[in-house]
């Protein structure tokens, strides 16, 4: 079975420096993907980043790296210079190798950003 | 932004009755999804539909049924609401199922069923 886990329930940055959110995934398939969604506290989940199993560079979007570490199974969600507006709650998500489209969810972690 | 609508956005109702909820895309997309967000648990998947008339059971389906007549909607009912699925529900669509496909998510329906 595939399984995520967010070991963060919630953290705290200060303004301009950069927070590692830690993911966790347990699956069997050889290829699936894991994405980051943001949630803000007005509710709708807003799609961050993506890393495919077989991608061979960490995937970066702007200020947002994915630290995609296979053998540990991990894919840690890096924002850089944190800013207010970064303060939600993050999701880690992946798709396995169906073709069903699927996601499965961990728990989420809430980040603030301090001023 | 990709055309997702939820109706309706929040809904009270008894224990006992039945609820529907819709999910309109504008996008063309053939996967569709529905999941219930409660604290502690992420979102977990109840129905998702891979075209027309053609859907299939997610991790927490039991209560809950789906139907999709038409490319653009897909239907989530809870036959006889409880309290336990109390919620926020999200429809989600993507283009594709395999490969990276990301997913596109409405803007939620709030559930309260007293």
């Known amino acids: 079975a595939q399984k995520i886990t967010q070991t963060q329930p919630g953290m705290f940055v200060q303004e301009k420096e950069a927070v590692t959110l830690d993911c966790t995934y347990d699956?069997?398939?050889?290829?699936?993907?894991l994405f980051w969604y943001k949630q803000p506290s007005s509710g709708e989940m807003i799609f961050l980043i993506y890393?495919?199993?077989?991608?061979?560079q960490n995937a970066t979007e702007g200020r947002y790296s994915l630290n995609f570490q296979k053998a540990r199974k991990s894919a840690n969600l890096v924002i850089s210079a944190s800013q207010l507006g970064d303060s939600a709650m993050y999701f880690c998500?992946?798709?396995?190798?169906?073709?069903?489209?699927?996601?499965?969810f961990g728990q989420g972690t809430t980040l603030q950003v301090k001023p | 932004d990709a055309g997702i609508t939820q109706s309706p956005r929040h809904k009270v109702t008894e224990t006992g009755t039945p609820v529907t909820l819709r999910c309109h895309q504008t996008?063309?997309?053939?996967?569709m999804y529905w999941y219930r967000q409660d604290p502690g648990h992420g979102l977990r998947l109840i129905h998702y539909?891979?075209?027309?008339?053609?859907?299939d059971k997610g991790e927490v389906s039991d209560g809950y049924s789906v139907s999709r007549s038409k490319t653009e909607d897909f239907l989530l009912t809870l036959e006889s609401a409880t309290s336990s699925q109390t919620s926020v529900y999200f429809c989600?669509?993507?283009?594709?199922?395999?490969?990276?496909?990301?997913?596109?998510f409405g803007p939620g329906t709030r559930l309260t069923v007293l």
């Open positions: 890393q495919g199993s077989y991608d061979e």
């Open positions: 996008e063309n997309h053939r996967y």
């Open positions: 539909s891979y075209g027309v008339k053609d859907t």
């Open positions: 989600a669509i993507s283009e594709e199922g395999r490969g990276y496909n990301e997913q596109f």
């Open positions: 699956t069997s398939d050889q290829s699936y993907g």
């Open positions: 998500a992946m798709k396995g190798s169906s073709n069903t489209g699927k996601l499965i």
